[in-house]
């Protein structure tokens, strides 16, 4: 699909949801071109068979992993301290995400999928900004989907239960991560810092299934094995975002195939990004000591 002969030599790349599917092949990809790979999920069995598979695969010993639940805040909020640990971050890969997630709320008191797609990588990446900029020319890379087209954001009922259907939620998050990634294109201009979406389109061999009703899960099974595409394909998507010289200088946009794709037509609206950042700030109750701005 998309291939990039840069090397990652000397930059660090976070990347979340990386024991497994897209995730994984992604950071056995950036860590192949000789970049320090920290890879993060809540599995920590996982995560040791991920980290360890990979130094083996690509001879890299820099790779690790870290502790990392988007379900809870608490969790985020702690993976964030530790990884203002690192001298650097070129590179954070928000790539973890779940469909068919049960309806309830978190501990937060968030909806388990809105959190999961959104609100968890929303808190990791505010907490990370100033790591990025400070490490500047780096990069923020999203993941998004075509659901994002008919989605809705209510304000007032977004974290609501037995609302939305699962491809509603899912929906939701997928337009929020849209919008959050244009506010941040808005607010990081002239930093050096890039913030792009990718749609990974639909994808066989892992298990964004898991958690769907069993008759949905086997029908949608046929129709991902018709028109999926592999995910190593996937995998080297973000590793073309992720490294090559161009997209450096780009930011604001939304990819799929590797190519600039049709962003949601609200992206471009700056009144309604910038409520949304605002009102995530809100309901993730970024206080003072948070608050970079």
């Not at 990791?124 to 989605?151: E, F, H």
């Not at 939304?254 to 992206?267: A, D, M, P």
């Amino acid at each position: 699909m998309c291939n990039t002969n840069s090397r990652l030599d000397g930059k660090t790349v976070v990347i979340t949801g990386g024991s497994s599917g897209i995730g994984f092949e992604a950071a056995k990809h950036i860590a192949h071109k000789g970049a320090k790979v920290i890879i993060a999920s809540r599995n920590e069995t996982k995560l040791i068979r991920a980290r360890d598979r990979i130094q083996q695969v690509t001879k890299n010993p820099n790779v690790s992993y870290k502790l990392l639940d988007l379900a809870s805040l608490k969790s985020v909020r702690n993976f964030a301290s530790d990884i203002q640990s690192e001298d650097k971050l070129d590179v954070l890969i928000n790539n973890a995400g779940a469909v068919g997630l049960s309806d309830r709320l978190t501990e937060d008191g968030l909806n388990l999928t809105m959190q999961v797609n959104y609100f968890g990588s929303f808190l990791l990446t505010y907490l990370l900004l100033p790591l990025l900029t400070k490490s500047a020319p780096s990069r923020i890379i999203n993941s998004s989907a075509s659901s994002m087209y008919v989605g809705h954001l209510d304000y007032d009922h977004w974290n609501d239960i037995g609302r939305y259907s699962a491809v509603e939620v899912l929906a939701n998050s997928k337009l929020a991560v849209a919008l959050f990634t244009a506010e941040l294109d808005n607010i990081l201009k002239d930093t050096g810092v890039t913030a792009n979406t990718f749609d990974p389109f639909v994808v066989r061999d892992t298990d964004i299934l898991d958690n769907v009703p069993e008759l949905v899960r086997n029908v949608s099974q046929i129709f991902v094995n018709l028109v999926g595409q592999p995910k190593e394909d996937v995998a080297k998507e973000i590793l073309f975002l992720a490294a090559d010289p161009e997209i450096g200088r780009i930011s604001g946009v939304h990819y799929k195939f590797c190519r600039e794709w049709i962003n949601h037509w609200l992206t471009y609206d700056t009144e309604i990004t910038k409520d949304l950042w605002n009102q995530t700030r809100k309901i993730l109750n970024i206080t003072a000591n948070l608050d970079w701005e």
